[in-house]
């Protein structure tokens, strides 16, 4: 059984900065991803990393934007967020799943947080 605990959301300026945490309990043998759900929108793949930390895919919208990584002695999975806007205001979740196959389906994961509230004001 694993138990995912995010953190680090709260409201920022549009052009700011956030890093979101995800601490995990259990074995340390899972892919994790973040997903968002906006007010009213359904939920969107935002970013996924292996349980090495060797490879991660982003959604096109965060690119260049967004960073994950992941901390296994920490068993903590991190989402840095640059130049924030305010597209991205909604709830972000962590996720985690034995497979790295269809990454960006929500369907694939068996684990889920309870999800922290980012908000970024124009």
């Known amino acids: 059984q694993v138990q995912l605990v995010e953190s680090g959301g709260r409201l920022v300026q549009a052009g700011g900065s956030l890093r979101l945490s995800c601490a995990a309990s259990g074995r340390n043998i899972y892919v994790m991803a973040w997903f968002r759900q906006a007010p009213g929108k359904e939920g969107d793949f935002v970013s996924t990393?292996?349980?090495?930390?060797?490879?991660?895919y982003y959604a096109d919208s965060v690119k260049g934007r967004f960073t994950i990584s992941r901390d296994n002695d920490k068993n903590t999975m991190y989402l840095q967020m640059n130049s924030l806007k305010p597209d991205d205001t909604a709830v972000y979740y962590c996720a985690a799943r034995r497979s790295f196959d269809d990454y960006f389906d929500s369907r694939r994961y068996d684990y889920w947080g309870q999800g922290t509230q980012v908000t970024v004001s124009s």
């Open positions: 990393i292996s349980w090495s930390g060797d490879t991660t």
